[in-house]
């Protein structure tokens, strides 16, 4: 079993950046690729990024050139820095993890871009 924990999330102003942090605890030998997923209220849930336990990483095309993922496997963290942040960037943003074929999710932090 492996459990999740968001932390970072908070108020911040347009144009202006925040980093996400997401520690796994538990089972955490072998954890596979990590993720970060969003939702707004009213919206359903939408894919942010994708790291590989390589390194390799992949983004949504409306973060793409803005957000940054990466990990550090020693720490089993996953990190999003969001640089340039728009008001509909606002939403509670969760992260994911797999091992040996089963997803874990953890609560989610909230993020709100406002002036």
Not at 2 to 9: A, I, N, P, R, Y
Not at 73 to 95: F, G, H, I, R, W
């Amino acid at each position: 079993q492996v459990q999740l924990v968001e932390s970072g999330g908070g108020l911040v102003q347009p144009g202006r950046s925040l980093r996400l942090s997401c520690a796994a605890s538990g089972s955490v030998f072998r954890i596979d690729a990590m993720g970060w997923y969003r939702q707004a209220p009213g919206k359903e849930r939408e894919w942010v990024a994708t790291v590989t336990r390589a390194g390799a990483t992949s983004y949504a095309s409306s973060v793409k050139g803005r957000f940054t993922i990466s990990r550090d496997n020693a720490e089993n963290t996953v990190y999003l820095q969001m640089n340039s942040l728009k008001p509909e960037d606002s939403a509670v943003y969760y992260c994911n993890t797999f091992r040996y074929g089963l997803g874990y999710w953890g609560q989610g932090t909230q993020v709100t871009v406002s002036s």
